[in-house]
């Protein structure tokens, strides 16, 4: 015998079906558009699954591929993906990406650093660790060799700093994580590198200033916990120059009235419908006041990821700021910084490798040796970029 509501949900789901249709009808006839704001970053547009490869249906990538072709001409598109995500977000615990992991107390983070993070091993690293620190030695005698100062700087990775956030079912049996950046320093130190470890003053922030260094509800560090290693490469380079070229500068912090979008990057991402922002975030200004007349701002190129951006915010921001160029995975674009604003310009500057008297490598803890170190001395040796744009995306 037929259940009562089975006719009725026969006609629901029928009603379904010809809703797209009804949606661009009523928006070519009625003034009142039916419009849904467009989704942060590439979002994900099926359920999770198994991961085995049984076919594209089932490792999503023909849903992902319709999903990215037809679903933004919808015209609710958008809000029937923030609700499917916020139930799994919220209903269910469950992250509608994956390419972000819900951790313990709701944080937020990339399984690509908590998956290397987990398997560190350095007895089977050694050989991989030693060349890439002489890879980047290779970069340092190139850019020396034409009169620049080289510095290689190494930031910290989220999940480094507060591992205790694991989500508890996520396997991390590594004997070797919490001694890894220590032995990571040895290599530069052996193969003569001059560098900035940014990751040390991590531990230090949040009793100082009362502010965690990373945000719940972002993957990236916050400028005020880039704050101490902005000094460290300040003093580095003006020990390089023999002169203050950069004046390093004390700050005053202070409740941030609103957050930045870098506080809640990855919640931005999820694509829900109440996007989790953080409600305790800091800022700061800068209290060091500017000399009656400033030197020829210094020239900086940086090559590296987004994690350069915070440190390349806190220098535009002295008192007599140096130039600083960044090329934002080499390939992909040339972001200038300008009293603590990033500006982006929409292509790589090549020129700017020739001109600039300081060369700064950035890399993220979370993802070396095994990331884009070869294609920069690449770069850096023959002057041609990588063709696989793509590719050199790693953060």
């Given at each position: ?43 994900d547009f ?31 598109f958008s ?77 910290p990775s ?238």
């Amino acid at each position: 015998m037929r259940h009562p509501l089975s006719k009725s949900i026969m006609f629901a789901a029928f009603a379904l079906l010809w809703l797209p249709a009804a949606a661009y009808c009523w928006n070519a006839v009625s003034p009142w558009q039916w419009r849904s704001a467009p989704l942060n970053g590439p979002p994900d547009f099926s359920f999770p699954v198994s991961e085995r490869r049984l076919g594209t249906f089932i490792d999503r990538s023909l849903q992902n591929s319709l999903g990215k072709a037809m679903g933004p001409s919808i015209p609710f598109f958008s809000d029937v993906v923030r609700l499917h995500n916020e139930i799994l977000y919220s209903g269910l615990g469950i992250s509608p990406s994956k390419h972000i992991l819900i951790g313990k107390n709701e944080y937020l983070h990339n399984p690509l650093y908590t998956n290397a993070y987990c398997h560190r091993d350095l007895a089977a690293s050694a050989d991989a660790l030693r060349q890439w620190a002489h890879t980047i030695r290779d970069i340092q005698d190139i850019s020396t060799a034409r009169g620049q100062i080289f510095l290689y700087v190494l930031t910290p990775s989220k999940i480094e700093h507060i591992p205790d956030t694991i989500p508890a079912a996520f396997p991390c049996r590594s004997q070797d994580r919490q001694r890894f950046i220590a032995a990571v320093l040895s290599y530069l130190d052996a193969a003569g590198v001059s560098y900035v470890d940014a990751t040390a003053s991590m531990d230090e922030i949040k009793p100082k200033y009362g502010y965690d260094p990373f945000p719940k509800f972002g993957i990236h560090w916050t400028q005020l916990a880039a704050y101490p290693a902005t000094l460290e490469i300040i003093r580095a380079i003006n020990g390089a120059k023999g002169k203050t070229a950069i004046i390093p500068y004390e700050i005053a912090v202070s409740p941030a009235e609103r957050p930045v979008i870098e506080d809640y990057d990855y919640g931005h991402l999820l694509n829900v419908l109440w996007m989790p922002t953080p409600k305790d975030t800091a800022t700061f200004s800068v209290t060091t006041p500017a000399p009656s007349r400033c030197p020829t701002p210094l020239t900086i190129l940086t090559v590296g990821g987004s994690f350069f951006q915070a440190l390349g915010a806190n220098l535009s921001r002295s008192p007599c700021p140096p130039s600083v160029a960044h090329l934002f995975y080499l390939t992909l674009d040339t972001y200038r910084y300008e009293s603590g604003r990033l500006k982006p310009t929409g292509k790589p500057d090549y020129g700017l490798l020739k001109t600039a008297e300081v060369v700064i490598v950035e890399e993220n803890a979370g993802i070396m040796p095994t990331s884009n170190i070869a294609a920069y001395r690449t770069y850096f040796s023959t002057g041609r970029p990588p063709a696989d744009r793509a590719g050199l995306i790693g953060e």
